[in-house]
Protein backbone atom coordinates (compact mmCIF):
# COMPACT_ATOMS: atom_id res chain seq x y z
CA UNK A 1 0.00 0.00 0.00
CA UNK A 2 1.60 3.20 -0.95
CA UNK A 3 0.12 5.54 0.87
CA UNK A 4 1.49 6.55 4.12
CA UNK A 5 -1.60 6.11 6.51
CA UNK A 6 -3.74 3.38 6.13
CA UNK A 7 -7.87 4.03 5.43
CA UNK A 8 -10.01 2.69 7.98
CA UNK A 9 -13.29 3.05 7.23
CA UNK A 10 -15.51 2.02 10.61
CA UNK A 11 -18.84 1.04 9.98
CA UNK A 12 -21.05 1.15 13.31
CA UNK A 13 -24.99 1.49 14.32
CA UNK A 14 -27.07 -0.76 12.53
CA UNK A 15 -30.29 -2.30 12.75
CA UNK A 16 -30.41 -4.11 15.84
CA UNK A 17 -30.97 -3.84 19.59
CA UNK A 18 -27.68 -3.73 20.05
CA UNK A 19 -27.43 -0.13 18.02
CA UNK A 20 -26.18 1.93 21.21
CA UNK A 21 -23.20 -0.89 21.84
CA UNK A 22 -21.90 -0.51 18.26
CA UNK A 23 -21.75 3.14 18.89
CA UNK A 24 -20.48 2.75 22.15
CA UNK A 25 -17.74 0.35 20.72
CA UNK A 26 -16.54 2.70 17.32
CA UNK A 27 -16.69 6.09 19.82
CA UNK A 28 -13.57 3.85 21.72
CA UNK A 29 -11.48 2.60 18.03
CA UNK A 30 -11.98 6.15 16.93
CA UNK A 31 -10.33 7.48 20.09
CA UNK A 32 -7.53 4.72 20.44
CA UNK A 33 -6.24 4.15 17.23
CA UNK A 34 -2.85 5.98 16.46
CA UNK A 35 -3.09 9.39 14.30
CA UNK A 36 0.08 8.84 12.84
CA UNK A 37 -0.99 5.65 11.00
CA UNK A 38 -4.30 5.69 10.28
CA UNK A 39 -7.02 7.78 8.42
CA UNK A 40 -10.44 6.81 9.88
CA UNK A 41 -13.84 7.08 7.82
CA UNK A 42 -17.00 6.91 9.88
CA UNK A 43 -19.77 4.79 8.24
CA UNK A 44 -22.91 4.83 10.12
CA UNK A 45 -25.74 3.04 9.35
CA UNK A 46 -29.31 4.24 11.20
CA UNK A 47 -31.65 2.58 13.02
CA UNK A 48 -33.83 2.78 9.46
CA UNK A 49 -30.86 0.92 7.90
CA UNK A 50 -29.54 4.05 5.81
CA UNK A 51 -25.74 4.69 5.04
CA UNK A 52 -24.21 7.88 6.09
CA UNK A 53 -20.11 8.38 5.28
CA UNK A 54 -17.99 11.66 7.18
CA UNK A 55 -16.45 12.90 9.75
CA UNK A 56 -20.11 14.76 11.21
CA UNK A 57 -21.49 11.32 11.14
CA UNK A 58 -20.35 11.19 15.06
CA UNK A 59 -22.25 14.41 15.62
CA UNK A 60 -25.38 12.42 15.11
CA UNK A 61 -24.84 10.07 17.68
CA UNK A 62 -27.01 10.73 21.17
CA UNK A 63 -25.00 13.25 23.66
CA UNK A 64 -25.16 10.52 26.10
CA UNK A 65 -22.67 8.06 23.95
CA UNK A 66 -21.02 11.09 22.32
CA UNK A 67 -20.15 13.17 25.47
CA UNK A 68 -18.41 9.57 27.27
CA UNK A 69 -15.14 10.09 28.09
CA UNK A 70 -13.23 7.35 26.37
CA UNK A 71 -10.17 5.28 27.86
CA UNK A 72 -7.88 2.36 26.48
CA UNK A 73 -8.46 -0.91 28.40
CA UNK A 74 -5.72 0.11 31.03
CA UNK A 75 -7.56 3.42 32.13
CA UNK A 76 -5.11 5.84 30.28
CA UNK A 77 -6.66 9.17 29.31
CA UNK A 78 -7.62 9.89 25.72
CA UNK A 79 -5.06 10.06 22.90
CA UNK A 80 -4.98 12.23 19.81
CA UNK A 81 -8.24 11.61 17.28
CA UNK A 82 -6.96 9.79 13.97
CA UNK A 83 -7.28 11.89 11.26
CA UNK A 84 -10.83 12.19 10.12
CA UNK A 85 -12.65 12.45 6.87
CA UNK A 86 -13.77 16.07 6.31
CA UNK A 87 -16.72 15.51 4.74
CA UNK A 88 -20.34 13.84 5.29
CA UNK A 89 -22.50 12.18 2.28
CA UNK A 90 -24.85 9.49 2.19
CA UNK A 91 -22.84 6.46 1.69
CA UNK A 92 -23.19 3.54 -0.93
CA UNK A 93 -21.91 -0.24 0.51
CA UNK A 94 -20.26 -0.70 -2.99
CA UNK A 95 -19.03 2.67 -3.63
CA UNK A 96 -17.10 2.89 0.04
CA UNK A 97 -13.65 1.03 -1.68
CA UNK A 98 -13.18 3.57 -3.41
CA UNK A 99 -12.79 5.69 -0.12
CA UNK A 100 -10.73 3.23 2.11
CA UNK A 101 -8.28 0.40 2.28
CA UNK A 102 -10.11 -1.52 4.92
CA UNK A 103 -13.44 -1.93 7.01
CA UNK A 104 -13.81 -2.74 10.56
CA UNK A 105 -17.02 -3.10 10.92
CA UNK A 106 -18.68 -3.25 14.86
CA UNK A 107 -22.47 -3.43 13.61
CA UNK A 108 -23.18 -5.98 16.69
CA UNK A 109 -25.91 -8.12 17.19
CA UNK A 110 -28.48 -9.09 13.98
CA UNK A 111 -27.85 -7.54 10.33
CA UNK A 112 -24.37 -6.65 11.52
CA UNK A 113 -22.69 -9.07 13.52
CA UNK A 114 -24.96 -12.48 11.71
CA UNK A 115 -22.70 -11.96 8.39
CA UNK A 116 -25.05 -10.04 6.48
CA UNK A 117 -22.44 -7.13 6.61
CA UNK A 118 -19.76 -9.35 5.78
CA UNK A 119 -21.51 -10.74 3.41
CA UNK A 120 -22.19 -7.23 1.40
CA UNK A 121 -18.39 -6.51 2.31
CA UNK A 122 -17.39 -9.63 0.35
CA UNK A 123 -19.62 -8.76 -2.49
CA UNK A 124 -17.80 -5.09 -2.62
CA UNK A 125 -14.74 -7.25 -2.93
CA UNK A 126 -13.08 -5.31 0.36
CA UNK A 127 -10.90 -6.43 3.01
CA UNK A 128 -12.52 -6.32 6.67
CA UNK A 129 -11.60 -7.20 10.23
CA UNK A 130 -13.06 -10.21 11.76
CA UNK A 131 -15.04 -13.52 10.92
CA UNK A 132 -15.92 -14.28 7.38
CA UNK A 133 -19.73 -14.96 6.85
CA UNK A 134 -20.30 -18.30 7.64
CA UNK A 135 -17.82 -17.78 11.23
CA UNK A 136 -20.04 -14.90 11.67
CA UNK A 137 -23.46 -16.47 10.79
CA UNK A 138 -22.87 -19.72 12.97
CA UNK A 139 -21.22 -17.54 15.87
CA UNK A 140 -24.19 -15.38 15.95
CA UNK A 141 -26.46 -18.50 16.00
CA UNK A 142 -26.51 -19.90 19.30
CA UNK A 143 -28.35 -22.74 18.21
CA UNK A 144 -26.55 -23.88 15.21
CA UNK A 145 -23.19 -22.90 17.35
CA UNK A 146 -24.17 -25.61 19.89
CA UNK A 147 -24.79 -28.03 17.04
CA UNK A 148 -21.01 -27.40 15.06
CA UNK A 149 -19.71 -28.07 19.07
CA UNK A 150 -21.49 -30.89 19.76
CA UNK A 151 -20.40 -32.36 16.26
CA UNK A 152 -16.77 -32.26 17.46
CA UNK A 153 -17.37 -33.60 20.69
CA UNK A 154 -16.95 -30.45 23.17
CA UNK A 155 -18.10 -29.95 26.17
CA UNK A 156 -21.42 -28.32 26.80
CA UNK A 157 -24.53 -28.25 29.20
CA UNK A 158 -27.45 -29.47 28.26
CA UNK A 159 -29.74 -27.07 25.90
CA UNK A 160 -32.79 -27.71 23.25
CA UNK A 161 -33.19 -25.79 20.51
CA UNK A 162 -37.07 -24.21 20.27
CA UNK A 163 -38.83 -22.59 17.30
CA UNK A 164 -41.12 -19.37 17.90
CA UNK A 165 -43.88 -21.18 15.86
CA UNK A 166 -43.77 -23.94 18.20
CA UNK A 167 -43.63 -22.37 21.31
CA UNK A 168 -47.04 -20.33 19.99
CA UNK A 169 -48.46 -23.53 19.07
CA UNK A 170 -47.93 -25.75 22.05
CA UNK A 171 -46.62 -23.73 24.92
CA UNK A 172 -47.48 -26.26 27.35
CA UNK A 173 -45.91 -28.99 25.87
CA UNK A 174 -42.95 -26.84 24.67
CA UNK A 175 -42.32 -26.56 28.87
CA UNK A 176 -42.77 -30.24 29.39
CA UNK A 177 -40.16 -30.36 27.37
CA UNK A 178 -37.94 -27.98 29.49
CA UNK A 179 -39.23 -29.13 32.90
CA UNK A 180 -38.29 -32.41 31.94
CA UNK A 181 -34.89 -32.04 30.44
CA UNK A 182 -33.70 -29.58 31.38
CA UNK A 183 -35.30 -28.64 34.73
CA UNK A 184 -35.23 -25.24 36.98
CA UNK A 185 -33.68 -22.73 36.88
CA UNK A 186 -33.09 -22.28 33.57
CA UNK A 187 -31.73 -19.84 30.99
CA UNK A 188 -33.96 -18.87 27.90
CA UNK A 189 -31.89 -17.21 25.10
CA UNK A 190 -32.89 -15.82 22.04
CA UNK A 191 -30.89 -17.38 19.35
CA UNK A 192 -29.73 -14.95 17.55
CA UNK A 193 -28.52 -11.87 19.78
CA UNK A 194 -25.45 -10.72 21.77
CA UNK A 195 -24.83 -8.98 24.80
CA UNK A 196 -27.11 -10.66 26.75
CA UNK A 197 -30.17 -9.21 25.37
CA UNK A 198 -33.76 -11.00 26.12
CA UNK A 199 -32.02 -13.60 28.34
CA UNK A 200 -33.62 -14.40 31.60
CA UNK A 201 -33.48 -16.80 34.45
CA UNK A 202 -36.21 -18.91 34.90
CA UNK A 203 -36.74 -20.49 38.32
CA UNK A 204 -40.54 -21.84 37.75
CA UNK A 205 -43.16 -22.32 35.08
CA UNK A 206 -44.58 -18.92 35.19
CA UNK A 207 -40.87 -17.22 35.11
CA UNK A 208 -40.31 -19.63 32.01
CA UNK A 209 -43.39 -18.93 29.95
CA UNK A 210 -42.23 -15.30 30.88
CA UNK A 211 -38.91 -15.78 29.70
CA UNK A 212 -39.77 -17.45 26.38
CA UNK A 213 -42.25 -14.56 25.56
CA UNK A 214 -39.71 -12.35 26.04
CA UNK A 215 -36.76 -14.16 23.60
CA UNK A 216 -39.32 -14.59 21.05
CA UNK A 217 -39.45 -11.26 20.44
CA UNK A 218 -36.00 -10.93 19.34
CA UNK A 219 -36.19 -13.72 17.05
CA UNK A 220 -37.96 -16.95 15.85
CA UNK A 221 -35.52 -19.00 17.21
CA UNK A 222 -34.71 -19.63 20.80
CA UNK A 223 -32.42 -21.56 22.86
CA UNK A 224 -33.11 -22.66 26.69
CA UNK A 225 -30.24 -24.12 28.37
CA UNK A 226 -29.61 -26.40 31.81
CA UNK A 227 -28.63 -24.36 34.77
CA UNK A 228 -24.85 -24.79 36.41
CA UNK A 229 -23.37 -23.66 39.38
CA UNK A 230 -20.27 -22.25 37.52
CA UNK A 231 -17.84 -19.47 37.14
CA UNK A 232 -18.09 -17.62 34.08
CA UNK A 233 -14.75 -17.24 32.82
CA UNK A 234 -13.63 -16.07 29.25
CA UNK A 235 -10.89 -15.43 27.12
CA UNK A 236 -9.55 -13.71 23.97
CA UNK A 237 -8.63 -15.36 20.91
CA UNK A 238 -6.54 -13.49 18.02
CA UNK A 239 -5.55 -14.80 14.68
CA UNK A 240 -6.41 -16.52 11.08
CA UNK A 241 -4.73 -19.57 11.27
CA UNK A 242 -2.05 -18.97 13.40
CA UNK A 243 -3.93 -18.08 16.76
CA UNK A 244 -2.86 -16.95 20.16
CA UNK A 245 -5.00 -16.44 22.96
CA UNK A 246 -4.90 -13.61 25.78
CA UNK A 247 -5.02 -14.31 29.82
CA UNK A 248 -8.38 -15.85 31.41
CA UNK A 249 -10.70 -13.30 33.11
CA UNK A 250 -13.77 -14.03 35.41
CA UNK A 251 -17.34 -12.40 35.29
CA UNK A 252 -18.35 -11.82 38.96
CA UNK A 253 -21.74 -10.32 38.79
CA UNK A 254 -23.89 -8.83 41.36
CA UNK A 255 -27.13 -10.06 39.15
CA UNK A 256 -28.35 -13.21 38.67
CA UNK A 257 -26.57 -13.40 35.30
CA UNK A 258 -24.06 -11.09 33.37
CA UNK A 259 -26.81 -8.74 31.69
CA UNK A 260 -26.50 -5.39 29.01
CA UNK A 261 -26.46 -3.33 32.43
CA UNK A 262 -23.36 -4.97 33.73
CA UNK A 263 -21.72 -5.28 30.53
CA UNK A 264 -22.00 -1.89 29.03
CA UNK A 265 -22.68 0.41 31.92
CA UNK A 266 -20.56 -1.31 34.61
CA UNK A 267 -23.39 -1.99 36.77
CA UNK A 268 -21.83 -3.75 39.93
CA UNK A 269 -20.14 -6.66 38.07
CA UNK A 270 -16.51 -7.51 38.64
CA UNK A 271 -14.37 -8.61 36.60
CA UNK A 272 -11.26 -10.21 37.49
CA UNK A 273 -8.16 -10.45 34.93
CA UNK A 274 -6.65 -12.94 35.14
CA UNK A 275 -9.05 -15.37 36.86
CA UNK A 276 -7.63 -16.97 39.84
CA UNK A 277 -7.77 -20.34 38.81
CA UNK A 278 -5.19 -23.26 38.46
CA UNK A 279 -2.96 -23.33 35.65
CA UNK A 280 -4.41 -26.50 33.47
CA UNK A 281 -7.90 -25.10 33.55
CA UNK A 282 -6.08 -22.13 32.03
CA UNK A 283 -4.72 -24.23 29.67
CA UNK A 284 -7.74 -26.62 29.15
CA UNK A 285 -9.89 -23.00 28.11
CA UNK A 286 -7.08 -21.79 25.62
CA UNK A 287 -7.35 -25.43 23.88
CA UNK A 288 -11.33 -25.46 24.03
CA UNK A 289 -11.14 -21.73 22.45
CA UNK A 290 -8.80 -22.64 19.59
CA UNK A 291 -10.34 -25.66 18.54
CA UNK A 292 -13.95 -23.66 18.45
CA UNK A 293 -12.67 -20.74 16.48
CA UNK A 294 -10.85 -23.11 13.83
CA UNK A 295 -14.43 -25.40 14.08
CA UNK A 296 -15.92 -21.94 13.06
CA UNK A 297 -13.50 -21.20 10.46
CA UNK A 298 -13.15 -17.96 12.55
CA UNK A 299 -11.03 -14.93 11.64
CA UNK A 300 -9.25 -12.11 13.36
CA UNK A 301 -10.54 -12.15 16.88
CA UNK A 302 -12.93 -13.63 19.09
CA UNK A 303 -14.23 -14.15 22.74
CA UNK A 304 -14.99 -17.16 24.38
CA UNK A 305 -16.70 -17.51 27.61
CA UNK A 306 -16.79 -20.66 29.07
CA UNK A 307 -18.64 -22.11 33.03
CA UNK A 308 -16.10 -23.66 35.16
CA UNK A 309 -18.28 -26.44 37.78
CA UNK A 310 -14.97 -25.82 40.41
CA UNK A 311 -17.16 -28.04 42.82
CA UNK A 312 -17.47 -31.21 40.50
CA UNK A 313 -14.21 -29.69 37.93
CA UNK A 314 -15.95 -29.81 34.95
CA UNK A 315 -15.55 -26.96 32.21
CA UNK A 316 -18.24 -26.31 29.92
CA UNK A 317 -17.89 -24.01 26.75
CA UNK A 318 -20.84 -21.77 26.60
CA UNK A 319 -20.59 -19.64 23.11
CA UNK A 320 -18.46 -17.79 20.64
CA UNK A 321 -18.44 -13.85 20.13
CA UNK A 322 -17.02 -13.15 16.77
CA UNK A 323 -17.00 -9.31 16.97
CA UNK A 324 -17.04 -8.80 21.27
CA UNK A 325 -17.13 -5.16 21.87
CA UNK A 326 -14.90 -2.50 22.32
CA UNK A 327 -16.02 -0.68 25.06
CA UNK A 328 -14.39 1.14 28.12
CA UNK A 329 -16.13 -2.01 30.02
CA UNK A 330 -15.61 -4.54 27.30
CA UNK A 331 -13.69 -7.80 28.16
CA UNK A 332 -12.02 -8.85 25.04
CA UNK A 333 -9.27 -5.75 24.80
CA UNK A 334 -9.15 -6.30 29.01
CA UNK A 335 -7.90 -9.63 28.91
CA UNK A 336 -5.39 -8.98 25.60
CA UNK A 337 -4.26 -5.67 27.41
CA UNK A 338 -3.32 -8.20 30.65
CA UNK A 339 -1.65 -10.16 27.82
CA UNK A 340 0.99 -7.28 27.38
CA UNK A 341 -0.91 -6.38 23.91
CA UNK A 342 -2.07 -2.49 24.34
CA UNK A 343 -5.79 -1.24 22.81
CA UNK A 344 -3.76 0.56 19.81
CA UNK A 345 -1.48 -2.60 19.18
CA UNK A 346 -4.42 -4.80 19.30
CA UNK A 347 -6.54 -2.85 17.06
CA UNK A 348 -3.30 -2.48 14.49
CA UNK A 349 -3.25 -6.53 14.58
CA UNK A 350 -6.90 -6.67 13.77
CA UNK A 351 -6.43 -4.84 10.72
CA UNK A 352 -3.13 -5.99 9.21
CA UNK A 353 -5.27 -10.21 9.97
CA UNK A 354 -8.10 -8.66 8.09
CA UNK A 355 -6.10 -7.15 5.47
CA UNK A 356 -3.87 -11.04 5.17
CA UNK A 357 -7.23 -12.63 4.96
CA UNK A 358 -8.49 -10.33 2.48
CA UNK A 359 -5.05 -10.75 0.20
CA UNK A 360 -5.10 -14.86 0.95
CA UNK A 361 -8.49 -15.19 -0.81
CA UNK A 362 -7.69 -13.32 -4.04
CA UNK A 363 -5.65 -16.45 -4.59
CA UNK A 364 -8.56 -18.39 -5.25
CA UNK A 365 -9.69 -18.60 -8.66
CA UNK A 366 -12.71 -17.66 -9.70
CA UNK A 367 -12.80 -18.49 -13.60
CA UNK A 368 -12.74 -22.02 -14.10
CA UNK A 369 -10.88 -21.50 -17.63
CA UNK A 370 -7.83 -20.25 -15.72
CA UNK A 371 -7.20 -23.35 -15.13
CA UNK A 372 -6.73 -24.41 -18.87
Known amino acids: MSREKIRLGIIYGGKSSEHEVSLRTALSIMKAVDANKYEI ?206 VVGEVIASKEFYDYEAKYKGAGTELSIPAIVPEYVTEKIAEIAKTAFLALDGSGLSRVDFFWDEKNDKLYINEVNTMPGFTPFSMYPMLFQAAGISYSELIDRLVQLGLERHEDKQRNIVDAEELE
Open 41 to 246: TPIYVSLDGSWTMGDAVTGQLPDKIASLRLQDAAGNAERKDAQLVSTTRKASPFAIGEQVDVIFPVVHGPNGEDGTIQGLLELANLPYVGAGVMASAVGMDKWMMKTVFAQIGLPQVKYIGLLRSRWEKDREGSMDRIEEELGFPCFVKPANMGSSVGVNKAKNRDELAHALDIAAKFDRRLIVEEYVNARELEIGVLGNEELITS
